[in-house]
């Protein structure tokens, strides 16, 4: 932040305020979104009284364990590449060494991290995974006819700062700078996009799914898995 | 053999639902008639049709079951195999639930309520007639959405412009007018229960069908369908009844049918009413239970 106003420049810029921006945006967007909807969902009768934290937690976990649940044994490739996507696409940025340089730089605070082999095969990992999804979404015809312009957008803004980080990190295609440039850019992007897009679907999956488990397991009394 | 093909060659027409509609709104359906959807749609104008969706659509911005789901779903198409539909037409993807909403209520939602008489008619077609609402999709849904709900709402807003199959209209009529399906009166009601235990009585010696009786133990709620065309089943059940030596009734007055017809069509405001009817009669009978047939 301090540098760009010594030494105003687009690196600088993306670098410092824009990353506060980003950042400002993205937590206090997602408080807001999840607010708004508990609220919502208190106002309506029928789904604070049904709500159980036993089968909320059931359910839960029953759709974050690899193969727990029906539809996960029944798509084995679908499973295993949505899991290894999502794993590596939260953690390899949080854990990544230049990543946590950043953080120790700017407030002298750091946390394990991953090895520079293991953070590329995990961005790799991210990487096929949209891909797998983009040729998804054209083969499958039952995906295919549920696939806008909006969801090609959402797997580009996903893909794009892996891609970028990578080449980045490889040194290739561009001058590191403006790679990293691009990079930062597109990561702020994805930030902000979360709880304004349906990639928020990283705050409202809790919150849905719980409903249904509690509605399946106290009202039904059956298994939503 | 020759019959056999012709025969499966009848069978296997199958046509485009509503050419008029934009290319990637058409699906191909084998043709049906039904005068609540073909005759009701022609009293449609553009205006009522935007005003009524939008009136329903704004509920979003109130109802957090309706809002969730829309902002959640990722469009994975992970639903279509816990699709009776969907299996059952050979994996054809316009019968997945994702589909069925992207055909109705996410067009509705893009083109903010600005759509043809024709696209109502096919989304009744699918709303109705290709969706049982038995929640199986939000058993494979990975984020466990209400997709129920939304073709729900897509049934409110056919059901408020009128489009809704003729037959569960008539007996949604029936329910608003009489608290029945099927349009039966209070005096048909007390005399069929009558003459039914007269009639079953000439087997089992004092058998009752007590109507009215104050501080039973249970009061039974038989489906309109019982009294009006299948008298046997009354006759079952008073019989079981006085066998276990149950304390049970039945009320003299509306509010003694179970069915609920009106909430397939999600005609709310007639939904209330036929569980209250039934909530009133137990009340003023001071049962301690109430028994429905189903």
Redesign the interface.
Not at chain 2, 62 to 65: F, H, I, K, P
Not at chain 2, 71 to 77: P, Y
Not at chain 2, 138 to 146: R, V
């Given at each position: 932040m301090y540098e760009f106003f010594t030494n105003p420049s687009v690196y600088t810029f993306v670098r410092g305020p824009l990353v506060w921006i980003a950042f400002i945006i993205f937590i206090g967007g997602s408080i807001y979104k999840v607010r708004t909807l508990i609220l919502l969902a208190k106002k309506e009768k029928v789904v604070f009284p049904y709500m159980s934290l036993k089968y909320s937690l059931r359910s839960i976990l029953h759709w974050l364990i690899p193969f727990a649940s029906r539809n996960w044994k029944r798509r084995p490739m679908m499973t295993i590449v949505t899991f290894a996507f999502h794993i590596c696409l939260v953690f390899t940025p949080i854990f990544l060494l230049s990543h946590n340089t950043l953080w120790y730089e700017s407030w002298g605070i750091s946390w394990w991290t991953l090895s520079e082999g293991t953070a590329d095969v995990m961005a790799m990992i991210v990487l096929f995974g949209c891909l797998f999804f983009f040729i998804r979404r054209i083969v499958a015809p039952e995906v295919k006819f549920v696939t806008f312009a909006s969801d090609y957008i959402l797997l580009t803004i996903t893909f794009a700062p892996f891609l970028t980080g990578f080449l980045a990190y490889h040194e290739l295609l561009l001058p590191y700078k403006i790679m990293l440039i691009i990079h930062m850019l597109a990561g702020e992007t994805m930030l902000i996009a979360i709880p304004f897009t349906r990639l928020g679907h990283m705050l409202y999956f809790w919150l849905t799914r719980s409903f249904m488990g509690s509605q399946f397991g106290g009202w039904f009394q059956a298994r939503d898995w | 053999m020759a019959e056999v093909k012709a025969v499966e060659k009848e069978v296997k027409i199958e046509e485009v639902l509503e050419p008029s509609l934009d290319k990637e709104l058409r699906i191909k359906r084998k043709k049906v008639v039904d005068p609540g959807f073909d005759e009701t749609i022609k009293r449609l104008t553009p205006e009522k049709i935007e005003k009524t969706i939008n009136a329903v659509l704004n509920l979003r911005k109130?109802?957090?079951?309706f809002?969730?789901?829309l902002?959640?779903?990722?469009?994975?198409?992970?639903c279509?195999?816990?699709c009776q539909y969907?299996i059952s037409h050979d994996?054809d993807?316009?019968y997945?639930p994702?589909?069925k909403?992207?055909l109705t209520l996410w067009e509705m939602i893009r083109r903010k309520g600005k759509v043809s008489p024709e696209f109502i008619k096919q989304c009744a077609r699918i709303a109705f007639t290709e969706c049982n609402i038995c929640?199986r999709c939000?058993?494979?849904?990975?984020?466990?959405?209400?997709i129920t709900y939304q073709i729900g709402m897509v049934r409110r807003i056919l059901f408020l412009l009128g489009v809704v199959p003729h037959n569960i209209l008539d007996q949604d009529n029936s329910q608003s007018a009489t608290l029945t399906q099927l349009w039966i009166s209070q005096a048909d009601w007390i005399d069929t229960i009558q003459w039914l235990e007269d009639e079953t009585r000439l087997e089992y010696k004092n058998l009752r069908l007590p109507i009215e009786k104050e501080g039973a133990e249970v009061m039974w709620a038989p489906l309109g369908t019982e009294p009006k065309i299948a008298t046997y089943h009354v006759v079952r059940t008073a019989i079981i009844m006085n066998v276990a030596g149950i304390d049970w009734t039945v009320p003299s007055r509306d509010g003694w049918d179970s069915v609920n017809m009106a909430m397939f069509i999600r005609d709310f405001e007639t939904m209330q009413r036929v569980v209250l009817g039934l909530y009133e009669n137990c009340l003023r009978l001071k049962v301690k239970r109430l028994v429905l047939t189903e």
């Open positions: - | 109130t109802a957090a079951r809002l969730a789901p902002e959640t779903c990722i469009h994975c198409a992970l279509s195999d816990a969907y994996k993807p316009t997945s994702a589909s909403l992207r929640h939000s058993m494979y849904c990975p984020f466990g959405l209400d």
